[in-house]
């Protein structure tokens, strides 16, 4: 089993910052993938970035290239998101994301994933 905890959300205006965290209580050999995801009221929980904890690899959204960036400590067990030049339609509930399958990669879709943290909202305002 793997447990998720994410922070860092908040409420900040267009324009600013955000950075999120998710440590995670095993890391490398159970999560070989981990990533962000986000779910806006009514609409469909959609990936927004993921990162190979072996090979660092990384892969986001078109939505958030270039604004966001995937990074991880793996002396920390922690993933972190950073967001800059956040937009109003970024406002989500946001969760941390792990997966060790063997048959696939590090992928945004999130059906892979088995492990979810609890969430942290992330809310812009304009």
């Known amino acids: 089993q793997v447990q998720l905890v994410e922070s860092g959300g908040g409420s900040v205006q267009a324009g600013g910052s955000l950075r999120l965290s998710c440590v995670a209580s095993?890391?490398?050999?159970?999560?070989?993938?981990m990533g962000w995801f986000r779910q806006a009221p009514g609409k469909e929980r959609e990936g927004v970035a993921v990162?190979?904890?072996?090979?660092?690899?990384?892969s986001y959204a078109d939505s958030v290239k270039g604004r966001f960036t995937i990074s991880q400590d793996n002396a920390k067990n922690t993933v972190y998101l950073q967001m800059n030049n956040l937009k109003p339609e970024d406002t989500a509930m946001y969760y941390c994301?792990?997966?060790?399958?063997?048959?696939?990669?590090?992928?945004?879709?999130?059906?892979?994933?088995?492990?979810w943290g609890q969430g942290t909202q992330v809310t812009v305002s304009s």
């Open positions: 994301a792990a997966h060790s399958k063997s048959f696939i990669g590090c992928v945004t879709a999130a059906w892979p994933y088995n492990y």
């Open positions: 095993v890391y490398s050999y159970s999560s070989k993938c």
């Open positions: 990162i190979s904890t072996l090979a660092g690899i990384t």
